[in-house]
């Protein structure tokens, strides 16, 4: 089982929509959570780290279930720019630490 | 801060040629990463230093692959020889981490470098 599962979409919506990815984990023992932006042909960039109570950035939210392993982002009011691949990120403490876990992705497509 | 620098941008080689990849981390981060990026297995962490010593070296491919990192200040990833298949978008990250793991800056990314072995 892979440590970090998204759904790869695509998703298509119109401006405006909100749109909400999950992502799943498998070591219980996860303690640090991201979501990550990656655009067309770009490096991954950090969009915003998951607490545990969630957090909200603007038009992001993000919001972490422990009991059942999930991450998700939600986006509201979607913009043209918002177009990309986000990436569920999970950092594992232990043997591995420092070690990354990133899912493959789930592309977002906001058409006009 | 320059951010994490990579060269060469592209490289096209051919088939059983040595391809080097270069990594300047940013100024004091202590662990770097190389990962390989392709549109079927995604990204995929291949090894990362902690000071400089490679902690974690299991996703390495294969013994044609090889990474070191003489200083804070410079890693190179190698493929001796290439192959068709090693064709994809290698990056290299790097950051800090604090107590017990938890990061103290975000994973920052280079541009990447562009590999096409025919």
């Known amino acids: 089982r892979k440590e970090v599962e998204q759904d790869p979409g695509p998703f298509n919506v119109p401006e405006g929509a909100t749109v909400a990815f999950n992502c799943t984990y498998s070591?219980?023992?996860?303690?640090?959570f991201f979501w990550y932006r990656q655009d067309c042909r770009k490096e991954p960039k950090l969009l915003m780290s998951?607490?545990?109570s969630g957090n909200e950035d603007g038009r992001f939210t993000a919001q972490l279930n422990r009991a059942s392993q999930y991450i998700s982002l939600l986006i509201r009011d979607s913009k043209l720019s918002d177009s990309a691949t986000y990436l569920c990120?999970?950092?594992?403490?232990?043997?591995?630490?420092?070690?990354?876990?990133f899912g493959r992705g789930t592309q977002l497509t906001v058409w006009p | 801060d320059a951010g994490v620098i990579q060269s060469p941008r592209h490289e096209v080689t051919e088939m059983g040629q040595e391809v080097t990849l270069r990594c300047k981390p940013i100024?004091?981060?202590?662990?770097l990463f190389w990962y390989r990026q392709t549109m079927m297995r995604g990204l995929e962490l291949l090894i990362y230093?902690?000071?400089?010593?490679?902690?974690?070296d299991s996703g390495m491919p294969e013994d044609r692959f090889s990474a070191k990192m003489p200083n804070a200040s410079f890693s190179t990833l190698k493929i001796q020889p290439s192959e068709p298949r090693d064709s994809a978008v290698y990056f290299c990250?790097?950051?800090?981490?604090?107590?017990?793991?938890?990061?103290?800056?975000?994973?920052?990314f280079g541009n990447g470098t562009r590999l096409t072995v025919t």
């Open positions: 100024s004091g981060h202590d662990y």
């Open positions: 070591n219980s023992a996860s303690q640090s």
């Open positions: 990250a790097s950051s800090s981490f604090g107590v017990a793991g938890e990061p103290s800056s975000p994973l920052h």
């Open positions: 998951v607490y545990s």
């Open positions: 990120v999970v950092n594992n403490r232990g043997s591995t630490l420092g070690r990354l876990y």
């Open positions: 230093f902690n000071n400089n010593v490679p902690i974690d």
